[in-house]
């Protein structure tokens, strides 16, 4: 995909995103609703940390992309959510010509949250991603980028793969949490290729 084309839509979900939070949120601060009936949706700088990159290479690089959160509570201590996600800015391997992006990507994960203060939680979900991307070599002649030509095209070769996130919750303001997290994205069984996921952000539950 087009990089400035991936770079508007990403930017027109997160705009549309963000607009939702403040419009629905003084609307339902009036009552106090038990968490096991409540929703909540999130917005989430994130950074993809690729690793394992090469044939008996193994390179490791970093790119940057946002997340949107649409999630509901299921009980007091679980939850259920979807994601979607697509990068801003491709990675770029170290000593050679190959660039990674992830265009776009869904996730569904269930998880479980613990308390740990009055205002703080900590959770681990476990799901399931469908990642779309593309790797590039600019250079496909230059010898150094030998240990990465099957990573030119499609990328990951596998798009479906399993998903994991542990996190850490503060609420700031009334139903509004700062979020940190990390875990794994998606394992590409094709290549080999690990990419971890770590996000900071804001979720609002209602």
């Keep these: 995909m087009n990089k400035a ?8 979900v997160i705009f ?3 607009s939702a939070l403040l419009v629905f949120a003084p609307t339902v601060l009036a009552q106090e609703t038990p ?5 909540y949706i999130g917005l989430l700088a994130t950074t993809y940390n690729h690793r394992t ?4 290479i193994k390179e490791s690089a970093w790119g940057t992309g946002g997340t949107l959160i649409v999630g509901g509570h299921i009980t007091d201590r679980f939850h ?5 996600g697509g ?9 050679s010509d190959l ?6 990507y869904a996730s569904w994960y269930i998880g479980m949250h613990y308390p740990i203060t009055e205002y703080a939680n900590v959770y681990g979900q476990f799901g399931f991603s469908y990642i779309h991307g593309e790797g590039d070599i600019s250079d496909p002649d230059n010898n150094r980028n030998r240990p990465f030509e099957e990573l030119d095209g499609e990328f990951p070769d596998s798009g479906f793969s399993v998903s ?32 971890f996921q770590f996000s900071g952000g804001l979720r609002y539950e209602f």
Excluded: C, Q
Excluded at 53 to 56: F, K
Excluded at 80 to 84: H, I, V
Excluded at 87 to 95: I, L, M, N, R, T
């Design 5 to 12: 084309v991936r770079t508007s839509l990403v930017t027109a």
């Design 16 to 18: 549309t995103s963000a």
């Design 35 to 39: 968490r096991a009936d409540k929703h």
């Design 53 to 56: 990159i090469g044939e008996n």
């Design 80 to 84: 259920a959510e979807l994601r979607a």
């Design 87 to 95: 990068g801003f800015k491709d990675a770029e391997v170290p000593d």
């Design 99 to 104: 660039s990674l992006a992830i265009d776009y």
């Design 164 to 195: 994991w996130l542990a996190g850490l919750d503060f609420e700031v303001m009334d139903n509004t949490f700062l979020v940190f997290e990390g875990g794994k994205l998606f394992e590409d069984t094709g290549t080999d290729v690990n990419t």
